[in-house]
């Protein structure tokens, strides 16, 4: 497939792009800064552009398959984030105009504020306030594409807290949650790797079980 990455220098979007091309995917990596992507393969273009800007995105868009975001932004505990849905506003619109149907993109567990509530004390009081202001724009993210993009063949993959390592074969939970849930209902409490997020997006490809739809999942 033609693959269009965005998030391609993130540590999760590495792994992605790295996959993807391991697959035989033709990717598109839409950077800010050229230089830090170190990937180069025949099947590799990578392209400077305003993530936020239509305008600018859009020539990128033409002719592919499937558009694939790993985009991730700066803790703000002062203030509030708007980047996920200012970025997915403008990706989508170029989604759009390039008659493009499908994007799948990372956010996280815990975008709901009271899904939260089931997690571990340290998660619940220690690092969700932390990156509260993330998972709320994260939220908000995922609330547009519910309520204006049902035109888009759409997934969004929640993934727990994240490992810098590759993907493994451990089997995948999934679940059509805020988090995925053991017998109990209580957050399993696995981490997971960045590699086996980006294997889980990619196996959405050939799945529709998850469009139109929000997917929690974890490794086990």
Not at 41 to 51: C, F, S
Not at 93 to 107: D, G, N, P
Not at 140 to 156: F, R, V
Request: net charge negative; proline share 4%.
């Amino acid at each position: 497939m033609k693959v269009l990455v965005f998030g391609a220098t993130g540590k999760t979007g590495q792994f992605l792009v790295k996959q993807s091309l391991q697959q035989g995917h033709m990717v598109t990596a839409v950077v800010r800064t050229p230089s830090k992507l170190t990937i180069h393969h025949d099947n590799l273009k990578v392209v400077q552009a305003d993530i936020f800007s239509a305008d600018s995105l859009a020539e990128h868009f033409n002719e592919q398959d499937v558009v694939m975001s790993c985009l991730g932004f700066q803790i703000s505990i002062f203030s509030q984030v708007t980047q996920y849905t200012e970025s997915m506003k403008a990706i989508t619109a170029s989604m759009r105009l390039a008659k493009v149907k499908r994007i799948i993109a990372m956010t996280s567990w815990y975008t709901q504020t009271e899904s939260a509530q089931s997690a571990s004390w340290m998660v619940r009081w220690l690092l969700i306030p932390m990156i509260r202001t993330l998972l709320n724009n994260m939220y908000e993210m995922e609330n547009y594409l519910t309520e204006e993009c049902m035109d888009l063949d759409w997934t969004t993959v929640r993934p727990p807290e994240l490992q810098n390592a590759p993907e493994t074969d451990k089997e995948m939970l999934t679940y059509g949650g805020y988090f995925v849930p053991d017998q109990d209902g209580n957050p399993i409490p696995n981490a997971v790797t960045r590699g086996d997020v980006a294997r889980f997006m990619l196996s959405q490809l050939n799945e529709d079980t998850w469009v139109k739809k929000s997917v929690a999942m974890v490794t086990v």
